[in-house]
């Protein structure tokens, strides 16, 4: 996952990303910053999955709504390609803006996204409540990712790097 200040980062499920719900929180993120566009990038995915080996990228400008998200990243159950769409087929993601100064980092295993660039602890508050559910590091060790690990629980190494990297 990528580097921030301790504290200063959101983490939500992986798949929530992938939602048509969810432009507007990525479109907020650009706009703090004055970008004018999101760019979502596939930096993995199912590796089962026919033109394995390409991977793709979507660019939507920030005045563009959640059906115009939903239309580049999603599918439409009436075509049956749903496994041709970035929402099922993406593994790692990561999703920016031209300024560079927000980002989201998303592993579809273990099944969260990482958030950072927020302006100020207000903003990122009001972003919290309007478009969560989000959890610091110690709610999504908690909630986010056990199911991942199953029984054996999560991991005291990877517990401690990420609390190291993304805790306060």
């Known amino acids: ?42 930096l993995e995915q199912d590796g089962g999955l026919p033109g394995c080996g390409r991977y793709p990228a979507v660019s939507l400008p920030v005045g563009a709504c959640a059906e115009d998200y939903w239309a580049a990243i999603g599918f439409d159950p009436a075509d049956g390609d749903a496994l041709g769409s970035i929402a099922i087929s993406a593994d790692v993601v990561a999703v920016t803006g031209p300024s560079g100064r927000w980002g989201c980092w998303g592993e579809r295993d273990p099944e969260v996204a990482v958030f ?3 302006p100020s602890p207000a903003v990122r508050d009001a972003w919290r409540a309007e478009h969560g559910p989000f959890l610091e590091v110690s709610g999504a060790l908690a909630s986010y990712l056990p199911p991942t690990f199953g029984r054996s629980g999560v991991p005291e190494w990877y517990a401690a790097e990420l609390t190291a990297r993304y805790g306060r």
């Open 1 to 42: 996952m990528f580097a921030a200040p301790p504290g200063e980062v959101l983490f939500c499920e992986f798949d929530a990303v992938l939602t048509e719900e969810f432009w507007p929180a990525l479109r907020d993120m650009a706009r703090w910053h004055g970008d004018d566009r999101v760019d979502l990038l596939v």
């Open 116 to 118: 950072r660039g927020f």
